[in-house]
């Protein structure tokens, strides 16, 4: 007795098998656990759930690192790159994009072979067959009119049946991509976009996998597996540049007393979710200039002292929202717990700069039935204000006579001053009349009194017209400024004169010299 018992829990557990083995979404893509009302709240549309399971037969799993992978794909292992649009504001559209990376040589022809690229490899058996996988010629066009066929192989892991294709398109990659305990599969070739709303979504960080196959025979192998990371974020995603005029580097955040800072707002919105939505821009330059709002978002603000100053900037919009839950009654109230939103009721505005870690969602009751939410960005800096050069200037230019004659060439002496800071370097650019081509240059440490005026001596090779660019500097700037110079012919019989220019600081100048003919362009 007790061994027919044992026989027959043995058939049980035998019968039992090939349900308990058979493997799921999550087995083969990732082993992330989300509880139900995860999954519930996070519901994508158009996706499903990684409980389903997956069809082994159809599309072996292949572990990492298992030395399959690298048989793979003829000539060596494809790569996946995945990048996506993050990060995305709630309720807007983030994209995620999977580019194959082929071997070196190869690539994706017209028709969707894979091929070897002409003139890359020396192989001789290249010159008789080109292709790496030729997927056209024996192509399965017939087993779209044979329904018993098309259910074999031509099938996604979950058993769905591939979408008929338009015309004579062969996609030969078969993606799935996997997040939040679902999935979504596609057909591509060697590359595939996928785009989801992210209204539902929880805020924070992310994880997106996909995994690749492609075609072998009525079956698909794995060829590559990715992973990135998306954020999701309830704050407007914003970027701010500054530029200055003769700031040595913007990058630093140190700028220029008594010179105006540019200042212009990016807001990272590439599905233009906020494209209809009023958006408002509250600045505060830590200077005690007051609080600044304006629907633009550029602005420029000059600051007239030297120092270190907190720069603060509010983005703030309204953007379509879920609807709260009716405020209770005040005998029923109770205290919110904090993850509850909070009341559609119009409420004192906020300040316009919020402290890290505020809540930054208001709802303003609309309608019944459409609400907006008040989205805000943050962006804050330190800047430092210093002394820099703030203007050079050309006031004379003058032809230098030089006692040895030499043809055609000329030697000129460049009067320039400058306001602000005193320079510590100073660069010449000869360039052709369109300032676009660069002939010659020549730097050098300059020594300069507070007066700021200098001497800079330069030659020219041959008549002609000549853009030539004045520089100086110092640590924290860079002030430019520009000329055209028209060079006259020389006589044979004039003195021949020095090719080599001389860049000279001086503090005090006489100049009786003969003037040339001259076109000033100040850029100060």
């Known amino acids: 007795m007790e061994s027919l018992c044992g026989v027959l829990v043995f058939l049980l557990l035998a019968a039992g098998l090939p349900l308990q083995a058979a493997k799921r979404f999550r087995d083969v893509l ?87 690229e002409r003139n890359c490899r020396s192989d001789l058996e290249l010159a008789s067959d080109p292709y790496v996988y030729n997927w056209t010629t024996g192509a399965d066009d017939e087993d779209w009119e044979d329904s018993t066929s098309q259910g074999q192989h031509l099938r996604f ?62 079956a698909y192998i794995p060829i590559s597996k990715v992973k990135d990371v998306y954020v999701i974020t309830d704050q407007i995603p914003i970027f701010v540049t500054m530029y200055q005029k003769n700031d040595r580097n913007s990058s630093d955040e140190t700028f220029l007393r008594d010179l105006p800072i540019f200042f212009d707002v990016l807001i990272h919105d590439p599905s233009h979710f906020l494209n209809y939505s009023a958006i408002s821009y509250k600045w505060n330059f830590g200077d005690n200039t007051g609080l600044f709002v304006s629907n633009n978002h550029t602005l420029n603000h000059t600051y007239v002292l030297n120092g270190t100053f907190n720069f603060n900037l509010t983005v703030q919009t309204a953007v379509p929202g879920p609807c709260p839950s009716p405020t209770p009654s005040p005998s029923s109230s109770t205290s919110p717990s904090p993850a509850s ?37 943050y962006f804050r800096a330190t800047i430092t204000i210093v002394d820099g050069i703030l203007e050079v200037n050309i006031i004379q230019v003058a032809d230098v006579p030089i006692p040895t004659p030499q043809p055609d060439n000329s030697l000129m002496d460049f009067i320039v001053t400058c306001k602000g800071a005193t320079p510590t370097e100073a660069c010449t650019i000869i360039s052709d009349p369109t ?55 020389k006589d044979l019989g004039s003195p021949l004169r020095t090719v080599n220019g001389v860049l000279i600081s001086i503090g005090c100048l006489a100049m009786f010299v003969t003037m040339v003919t001259i076109l000033l362009y100040n850029l100060g």
């Not at 001596?457 to 028209?486: E, K, M, P, Q, W």
Request: hydrophobic share 30%; charged share 20%.
């Open 30 to 116: 990732g082993h992330e656990q989300y509880p139900d009302h995860m999954r519930e709240n996070n519901q994508l549309r158009g996706w499903s759930s990684d409980e389903n399971e997956w069809d082994e037969q159809l599309y072996p799993v292949w572990r990492r690192g298992e030395g399959r992978w690298k048989d793979s794909w003829e000539g060596g292992r494809v790569q996946a790159a995945l990048t996506s649009d993050s990060p995305a504001l709630v309720g807007s559209n983030i994209t995620f994009v999977v580019n194959l990376v082929f071997p070196r040589c190869q690539k994706e022809d017209a028709n969707g072979n894979i091929v070897y």
């Open 157 to 218: 892991p979950d058993g769905k049946p591939f979408p008929r294709p338009h015309g004579r398109k062969k996609w030969n990659f078969v993606y799935v991509f996997h997040t939040l305990g679902q999935y979504f599969q596609k057909l591509g070739r060697c590359s595939a976009r996928v785009s989801i709303n992210t209204v539902n979504l929880t805020v924070g960080p992310q994880v997106m996998e996909v995994i690749v196959f492609r075609r072998h025979g009525r």
């Open 341 to 377: 939103s909070p009341s559609p009721t119009l409420s004192t505005p906020s300040p316009s700069l919020m402290p890290t870690g505020h809540k930054s969602m208001e709802l303003s009751d609309i309608s019944n039935e459409n609400c907006r939410i008040n989205r805000y960005g």
């Open 435 to 489: 300032c676009q081509i660069a002939q010659n240059r020549v730097c050098s440490p300059v020594a300069v009194d507070e007066l700021c005026l200098l001497s800079v001596r330069r030659a020219f090779n041959g008549s002609g017209t000549y853009c030539v660019n004045f520089t100086l500097g110092d640590d924290a700037s860079l002030a430019l400024t520009s000329a055209l110079i028209s060079i006259p012919g």
